[in-house]
């Protein structure tokens, strides 16, 4: 098992045919995910690479094909109002890709998923694999392997050099997923490290934070209540400088919640193992098991 | 995408929040004109993107035209937190009743906007709010119906005793919401809210945060960069499309990603050097962004090495190795470079190294370990 996507996933790519969608639609097929549309407002009737059909709307291609999962890859000046086109179409999970919405567009976006019972992942995220199986997104393939292990990830480059690190020594992964790194995400570390927890094939979790917002502290105090599993952590940021401060309201909302040393600190009062470089994954992985 | 307290000002006056009068200048002599022109005592305030104005000297009260101008001279041109002062605001010295504490600013957990108010306002509220959290009463507003009249006078009664001036007040709290939306704010504080003698509700200082993500729909916001009041690497970075932040370390670091970025200099750190730099290339990598990059790292004398790490998802290595070739063809480098890259073309990528004279390295550790050799050599 895998948690979000698996075999049954049906996909369809939102700006299949601009350079990005069109890029990663290749790659996800190639993969092996199950592309059955692909979205282009004026481009409806065409065929992509002559084999998947394109819709004008969301609403048309669920209903010619049953699609239950949609990937965003449009620009970021329409990427809120293609979210929002997917969940008024019914899909269950949502995934954006782009970088660069607006955080005050989120705050409605976020709303108006949660009502219809849809999940999101992003924005600003590379999605998620579940190797062998399933790729939403835009993770290489080519650097995951089948196995045990589930990712859940704020970043997305330093998660491809975990996952790098991982299946070179011999660890693969049941899921990796990149939840994003913008400050208004629709799922967060809990809601993965729960999946990953009630996964009957996933034996431990690697969770990766930055610096910013106190989302790994409640992922923490959720793993010391709820995880059974062994949990390594990183987090990215140690060096960062304070500065940047978003005036003082941004003090009063975080205080000095938001730093490295911090976010360690409440990992390791958790019980989690905490990574002091990437390298260490492995080494940690091995020690807990 | 910071502004000039002058610029919040203009914003929240065209928006109908009460503000005291006040210029800009540039030259003591402005200032003393303008100072004539109130005909009263003023305020001579530093026009930066930092904190702690007043602390550092940028902030003063003159009794006459004469003195304005002395303060002036002083405040301009001096630097605070590495900026130097080009602008001052001078405005007439307000009569103090009380002040208060304002702002608005999007809650990550709540994922909603806050508003935040409290009645001990002035320079130390985040004191206030370290060690006395509950003078501090927040709400956060549902997006879809924004800030209601009777939530925006609850707040309001938590200031205000005279239910006149908690009004005003609330007026002023669903204003500043609704500009939040207007101009893609990120963060909105007037600090101080100040009643004056007379009774009148009024912002007498304001803080405004633009989402960088903003900008491109709203041009006339963007049109109020001050690009002279930030750091010149900074600014040369955001032209090519990087992101760059100068520290004070000897290590270069260029890297694809915020998150590795972060890690790399993390690891730089723990192999017992120091970082020169925090750049992100971003995601999609050309040859001319890593040349781009590669001036900026150069142009800083303080570097003794170059490190490159790179791992190739949508950035592809041979892109990055294209860059590095073009830029040493460009100009000379006179610091070692370390490059690790892996990932997508990676095998292209060493092959155009490799004819050009460079060596690539796979591993993340190795690549770090050498350039903190090389910085200290």
Not at chain 1, 205 to 222: C, K
Not at chain 2, 65 to 91: D, F, N, Q, W, Y
Not at chain 2, 108 to 118: D, E, G
Request: aromatic share 4%.
């Amino acid at each position: 098992m895998s948690i979000f996507i698996d075999q049954q996933t049906r996909l369809v790519v939102q700006g299949i045919t601009g350079r990005d969608g069109s890029f990663h639609a290749r790659q996800m097929i190639a993969y092996g995910t199950t592309v059955v549309a692909g979205v282009t407002p004026g481009k409806g009737g065409q065929r992509f690479d002559d084999t998947v059909p394109v819709f004008d709307t969301v609403a048309e291609a669920v209903r010619e094909t049953q699609a239950n999962t949609a990937v965003i890859y449009v620009p970021a000046a329409v990427a809120a109002s293609a979210i929002f086109e997917a969940a008024d179409a019914g899909i269950p999970l949502i995934v954006c890709i782009t970088e660069g919405i607006p955080v005050l567009d989120m705050t409605r976006v976020l709303p108006f998923v949660h009502e219809r019972g849809a999940r999101l992942i992003g924005p600003n995220c590379p999605g998620l694999i579940s190797p062998g199986r399933s790729k939403v997104g835009i993770i290489p393939g080519n650097i995951c392997r089948p196995g045990r292990v589930g990712v859940v990830s704020r970043s997305g480059t330093l998660t491809y050099e975990i996952i790098h690190q991982l299946s070179t020594q011999g660890w693969g992964q049941s899921t990796c997923i990149g939840i994003g790194g913008d400050p208004l995400i629709g799922t967060n570390f809990i809601q993965c490290l729960s999946g990953f927890q009630a996964d009957a094939e996933t034996d431990a979790i690697v969770m990766i934070g930055e610096i910013g917002g106190t989302d790994e502290q409640q992922a923490a105090e959720f793993v010391q209540q709820t995880v059974t599993k062994p949990v390594v952590g990183f987090i990215a940021g140690q060096t960062a400088p304070p500065g940047r401060r978003m005036g003082h309201a941004g003090a009063i909302i975080s205080g000095s919640s938001g730093t490295a040393a911090e976010k360690m600190a409440a990992f390791a009062r958790a019980g989690i193992a905490v990574m002091k470089r990437p390298a260490d994954v492995v080494p940690l992985l091995r020690e807990r098991m | 995408m910071n502004l000039h307290e002058y610029q919040a000002r203009d914003i929240l006056r065209q928006r109908g929040i009460p503000v005291p009068p006040g210029e800009v200048a540039t030259t003591p002599d402005q200032v003393r004109a303008i100072a004539t022109r109130f005909g009263d005592r003023v305020v001579v305030k530093a026009q930066v993107h930092a904190g702690g104005r007043g602390k550092a000297g940028g902030v003063k009260l003159a009794a006459t035209p004469a003195e304005a101008a002395e303060h002036a001279s002083k405040i301009l041109g001096m630097t605070i937190k590495g900026l130097t002062v080009r602008h001052v605001l001078v405005t007439p010295a307000a009569d103090i009743a009380s002040e208060s504490y304002l702002g608005i600013i999007v809650d990550r957990a709540a994922q909603r906007p806050v508003v935040m108010v409290s009645a001990a306002g002035g320079i130390d509220i985040e004191e206030v709010a370290a060690r006395t959290p509950e003078r501090i009463h927040r709400l956060a507003v549902d997006p879809r119906y924004g800030l209601l009249g009777h939530q925006a006078l609850g707040l309001a009664l938590t200031l205000y005793r005279d239910i006149a001036q908690a009004r005003a007040a609330a007026d002023i709290m669903q204003r500043l919401y609704a500009a939040c939306y207007a101009i893609g704010a990120s963060l909105i504080e007037i600090n101080p809210l100040v009643t004056t003698r007379d009774g009148a509700v009024t912002a007498l200082d304001a803080k405004i945060v633009i989402d960088d993500n903003e900008l491109e729909r709203h041009p006339e916001i963007a049109a109020l960069r001050d690009s002279g009041a930030e750091a010149p690497s900074e600014v040369a970075a955001r032209a090519a499309g990087l992101t760059f932040i100068k520290l004070d370390g000897t290590v270069g670091c260029c890297v694809n990603g915020a998150g590795l970025a972060m890690a790399t200099m993390d690891l730089v750190k723990y192999y017992g050097g120091q970082p020169a730099d925090f750049l992100d290339i971003g995601g999609r990598s050309n040859p001319q962004k890593v040349v781009s990059a590669l001036k900026i790292i150069t142009a800083d004398p303080s570097v003794r090495a170059i490190l490159f790490n790179i791992f190739g998802g949508i950035t592809r290595c041979d892109d990055v190795a294209n860059g590095i070739v073009q830029a040493t063809r460009e100009f000379r480098l006179t610091v070692p470079l370390v490059i690790r890259l892996t990932g997508t073309n990676e095998e292209l990528a060493v092959k155009i190294l490799t004819q050009a004279g460079f060596s690539a390295l796979t591993d993340m550790d190795e690549a770090v370990k050498q350039s903190v050799a090389q910085a200290a050599a």
